[in-house]
């Protein structure tokens, strides 16, 4: 029963209305261009269940920190992703009687969000109490060509009566965020404005004075063109709208058009919000609905030309990572270095909207290598940026040098306030070491790790320097009380991946350093690096030689080793039937950490030694983060188990769509679909670079057919297709690449093509 | 400038008025009678800095629980001592002035606490802006002969005028607990009344009903006796009070006697209570102020005989202890079984006021070696009753058997939630099982054992069962995911004081169950007692073998291993100045761990053991827990390093009355004062009851002299006086008691005296 839509290679359709599933479908039908975005709500009132969301990227409040016992070093804020104005709103009378389709009996209901060409579409037949059949149809989109434009075509005929239709298109500011510490407001009105079919709505938010203005103009469009339009102004605190009336005969279709634009103190200055907001929305009036609509259709099928994965033969994987692509690319889309990528885009409130280690982990890989240079740098760029903070960031938590960034953050401050996270889980400041690594390999771009990286790598690196301390017991460096990726251990001594990435990310820095021998530029005393070479070589990791694995922590061998299958089903999620001590006791690990590390490190390790550490750590992988399944996915492909990888994989495409941790509701897992298109390419796909070689080595489901799948290298469009028979790769750029197919060296010229047999 | 108290034997004086030390003395200046009490607050409206606070035991509120991040297996409340009806407020005019001490010129100041007769003395010498001067002095005491009676005598005197006063007694139920997670009020009004001097008022919780009825009377008294009365009633909701106006000379002196009774739900049936009250406040009225205040006085003076140290020679020692014993007498007089010892007593509001392992671990000694058997039993009984709640603790986080006794409780629910605490501070078990046997130890009462103290120890050895695990890698049993005594330290593994408890547990359960072949009454099955054989046998504990020291938890000396001197002055303490993640990752010790383990398994180790261990830990201790000196000064002695213990011992003694941690003004550390109680009986007198035996081995300071100090043993008193030449023992008892001086053994028989010379 979970699944309720149809199955579709570019659409998502939902064709039959059900109510208590209504903020699921406002989920997943979330539209957005990266600059803004909100959930699948619909224009006219409803009373049922509904999680309004309007979104602005990088507008956030600074929400004061809840906590049951403090700590020192937690954040005075948690800082919330903001619902903003509610531009969407049209309220509808049929002969004076508010259109709810909660209200109504729904004859026929469909929503359907066209991923191929960016829009919303939905059309209901409906039923009044007393009688009124009515048709209703509604396009919307949020422009990736004009970014502040979003624009409405909502259409109603009535169908068995002829009578009174009236509209009430509206801004409203007076928005709450669900997710609010202190159930305050975060907005107050600035100014407003309405004459006819215009509005200007202008309001800022109660701290940090985000300034947002978003301006409206809408049209009637009938048949019968012959309409006598009188607009009745309405407008109260932070809300501006009109209303028109009209008499329809039956049949009659009329349309309403309406257009918005929403500009912000992030791009303008404050006093030519009003104008900027108008000209930007009399531009996009000009050029039309149906010309706007033409243009975000060709843009998204530009997209994707780049970023497309077909799965012929298996539809529902083909729509699964068509919704995940769809929804990458709506979320961010590179242009803003100010910007990042939340757990939920903008799909939801859940987790505040602020920026944690995913990027780097699991969203990077996927803009590295479908938009490319430009795109990623400005990912990397926003850590760069932050980096100031990062460092008083870990001064607070009592370091003299170094940075730490924060788990979760808008500007680059903390904002998470969990001593074993905010504090503890320390490793993410690897995978932003790690992301250098990776942008470097992708783009070759090493003017980037002159001006920036390099200097990001060395604060890294001091961090560690001084967060390891010497054991004498051990003889070696130790890294006590931190958090590995598998939250379900808090305070552990000597995580194996922490470690690792510590070590790593020193040995790097090192390397990078006398590639540039930029060390006197960036004040880096040869001290200091001998230290760090002193950690390199002395750094302690736990391991276990009889079972020839590395062991998550210090005295991970002292629980009792069970299997996920020793659980009984109904104990499942843990997360949700056991207390928190019984899972922390538990060998029962959350997410990838050992096996993130191995996924990281690949080049460095032997089949074998991955072998092991998957067969011991998998089977006690609850995989109760939506970012597990696809890291083990991939390693499963890797060791030829495919069964076990296609299985890990269908766990995470469908995750949304299919709803399966209970909580599409909140939002969806936007990150999280980075890490199943990491599956598809790297792990179906085998696709891996290290360093200037392309590693390709596919194994795919018995199922699929016609498997195919670009990214970019080195700026350069790689084509691959996959078949039982052949694996054919098209080299789209003008210089040769090398490239090795199943261990199989190619020196593929520019433009041409290789078939491996 | 910290001390501002006068150093007196019997009496806490305050005798100039500092308004910004408000709340330091009106915690020091509390008065309670275990069944009710108060902060020292003024009668009279009082608008600079004051924290009003009155209190009766056992009414709580179920505080909805604030938390950041919600974890399985919180309480859904936080239970919190009632802030209750202000009885003692009497609103003064002057000439139709409002008498507020902090508007008028303070010629004089005294406030005393007496000790000694158990009553609370005020006197003020105060001229009005407009020069009008008064003299006031108030007598006021909560009854320890009928606890429901408190009284006050409030006495007026115009200096340099005749004028009008008036006087309006009152009692407000509208009051407010300063801790409070959202701002609520927490009682309702009942009904009320008032007819000239007589009024009362009936409020009720708004959770769990608890039902409060005030009844007050009173009087007035003037040189003169010729003043008309007329009373002018008030009442608004939950407040009722009235108001009479006096026409004074020159220096004539007016006294208003305020009479009140406070009953309870906890005590009478609800549709009783006004009648209950009246009828109690009658008979207090009846006895007028003086007789109450003379029979209080013999009351206390009876109690003192029990109780009281001397310490001649050392007048601030002397102040100190007797403040200490005072306090605790005050809060638990052990009359009901559902009563406890909550951190700060009737002095204020912080932890909630609940019931934490400190009174079973501190407190329980000082009751059971100064008031004997009945109380301290009743303290036995408390947990006793809250066994079955203690068992669904267990199952809440996910235990199948076994009792876990709660962190913080009211009725035996757990109310604290913080996972590290919460769940894992579960050593607290072992406390209440060592509370058990030293209860018999001093009193001999089998009956209790067999009656009670068995199940419960069956129902906390079959906690330690399932709560160990068996650790393949080490071929032992371990005990994962704890903090031990030591909160410095967060979810470790084998802490050793922990692993030490629960064994120790198993191992006094077995030799009771077998004492009494009780196995089939208790259903206890021999398969049971074998499993938890298995473990005594095989349980595993963290040592160091180099140092010969037991090591507080796996990894321990992984840490940098400093000492509290290398920490800088300016960053002490460190609960304040460092990042919860620093001191975590630190070698540093909040409070005694392994140390509190050899305290309590003294006879269990020899004195080189005890040595290492504690010249190795104590250099590590901070002391940031009031619990912790004393504990290290027993040791210290016991080690004779006699100056070390007196450092530590003076820590303590005066915490509050010198405002050592700055935090007297929430309130008094009343469970740290049995702490302190211990430090002197233990440390410095030497004292240890093992089985049957009594050893004393005293070792004082060099400035005591005149040291003696009463001890309670198998229901007798024993009288000790030590001096440098000599050590007294008077056995009041009529049976013969081993009493082992300094390691020499007497047989004493009962009423016969000892010297040992």
Redesign the interface.
């Known amino acids: 029963m979970k699944k309720y839509f149809k199955v579709d290679a570019w659409n998502i359709v939902e064709d039959n209305f059900m109510e208590e599933k209504n903020k699921i479908s406002e989920s997943i039908f979330s539209i957005g261009n990266g600059y803004m975005g909100q959930r699948g709500n619909f224009e006219e009132d409803y009373s049922g269940l509904t999680l309004k969301g309007t979104y602005m990227a990088g507008i956030y409040y600074p929400d004061r ?5 403090w ?3 937690y954040p005075k804020y948690f800082a919330k992703v903001l619902n903003s104005t509610n531009w969407i709103g049209i309220k509808v009378n049929v002969n004076g009687k508010c259109f709810d389709i909660s209200r109504c009996k729904i004859e026929s209901f469909k929503r359907v969000l066209n991923m191929r060409e960016g829009y919303l579409y939905r059309q209901v037949i409906a039923t009044f109490k007393d009688g009124e059949r009515i048709k209703l149809e509604t396009k919307r989109f949020v422009s990736i060509v004009s970014k502040e434009i979003g624009a409405i075509k909502y259409s109603i005929t009535p169908l068995n009566f002829s009578g009174e239709i009236s509209f009430f298109p509206y801004l409203d500011g007076d928005v709450r965020n669900a997710d609010a510490n202190y159930g305050e407001k975060f907005w107050s009105e600035v100014s407003k404005g309405i004459r006819k079919n215009e509005a200007h709505l202008l309001i800022k938010t109660k701290k940090l004075d985000f300034y947002l203005c978003s301006c409206m103009k809408y049209y009637i469009v009938s048949e019968s063109k012959k309409h006598k339009l009188r607009y009745k102004e309405a407008s109260k605190e932070k809300f501006v709208g009109s209303k028109i009336k009209l008499w329809l005969k039956e049949e009659e279709e009329v349309s309403l058009f309406k257009y918005v634009s929403n500009v912000t103190s992030r791009d303008f200055k404050i006093e030519e919000l009003i104008n900027k907001g108008k000209e930007i929305l009399d531009s996009a009036v000009k050029k039309g609905f149906d010309s706007l609509l033409y243009e975000q259709a060709k843009a998204w099928i530009n997209k994707w030309e780049k970023s497309d994965i077909v799965i012929e033969d298996d539809l529902e994987a083909q729509q699964a990572i068509r919704y995940n692509i769809f929804q990458l690319n709506q979320t961010y889309t590179g242009e803003d270095s100010r910007l990042n990528i939340g757990p939920k885009g903008f799909t939801g409130e859940k987790y505040g909207g602020g920026t944690y280690w995913d990027t780097e982990a699991y969203c990077l890989p996927f803009y590295l290598a479908t938009q490319g240079k430009e795109v990623a740098r400005n990912l990397l760029l926003y850590r760069y940026n932050q980096l100031e903070k990062a460092k008083e960031n870990a001064k ?3 370091l003299k040098k170094g940075a730490l960034y924060p788990m979760v953050t808008m500007n680059g401050e903390e904002c998470h ?4 996270i905010t ?2 889980e320390i490793h993410r400041n690897g995978a932003i070491a790690y992301a250098i690594y990776n942008y470097v390999n992708y783009t070759g771009d090493k003017e980037y790790l002159k001006r920036y990286g390099i200097e990001v790598l060395v604060e890294l690196s001091r961090f560690w320097e001084e967060r390891v ?6 003889n070696k460096y ?1 890294i ?2 931190v958090t590995g990726p598998n939250e379900y251990e ?5 995580n194996w991946y922490t470690n690792r990435i510590a070590a790593w990310t020193l040995e790097y820095t090192i390397e990078i350093l006398e590639e540039f021998k930029s060390y006197s530029a960036l004040k880096v005393k040869e001290k200091e690096v001998n230290k760090w070479k002193h950690i390199v070589e002395n750094m302690y990791y736990p391991i276990d030689k009889n079972l020839g694995i590395f062991l998550q922590q ?2 991970y ?5 069970l299997t996920v299958k020793d659980i009984p089903k109904e104990e499942l999620p843990i ?11 538990s060998c029962f690990i959350k997410q990838a950490d050992v096996l993130q590390g191995l996924y990281f490190f690949q080049h460095l390790y032997d089949i074998d030694t991955i072998r092991r550490n998957f067969e011991f750590y998998e089977p006690k992988t609850v995989h109760e983060s939506s970012l597990s399944p696809c890291i083990h996915s991939i390693l499963a492909c890797k060791l030829k188990k495919i069964d076990k990888a296609y299985e890990l994989y269908l766990r995470t495409a469908r995750l949304d769509l299919d709803n399966y941790n209970n909580d599409t509701n909140d939002g969806c897992h936007i990150t999280s679909m980075a890490g199943t298109w990491m599956a598809v390419v790297q792990g179906f796909g085998g696709f891996y670079i290290r360093k200037d070689l392309i590693f390709l080595d596919p194994i795919v489901p018995d199922n699929w057919r016609g498997f195919s799948f670009n990214v970019m290298f080195r700026e350069k469009l790689i084509k691959v297709k996959v078949d039982k028979n052949f694996i054919e790769v098209k080299n789209e750029g003008e210089n040769a690449i090398n490239i090795i197919i199943k261990g199989k060296t190619y020196n593929l010229e520019g433009g041409k093509t290789v078939i491996h047999k």
Request: hydrophobic share 30%.
């Open positions: 920190t809840r906590v049951g016992w700590k020192n070093g607070k938590i009592g306030n969990e001593w074993e504090f503890e301390n010497f054991s004498c017991d051990k130790v006590l009380g808090n305070n552990v001594n000597n210090d005295g061998l002292d629980k009792e080793q997360n949700q039937k056991w207390s928190w001590d019984r899972i922390l006791r």
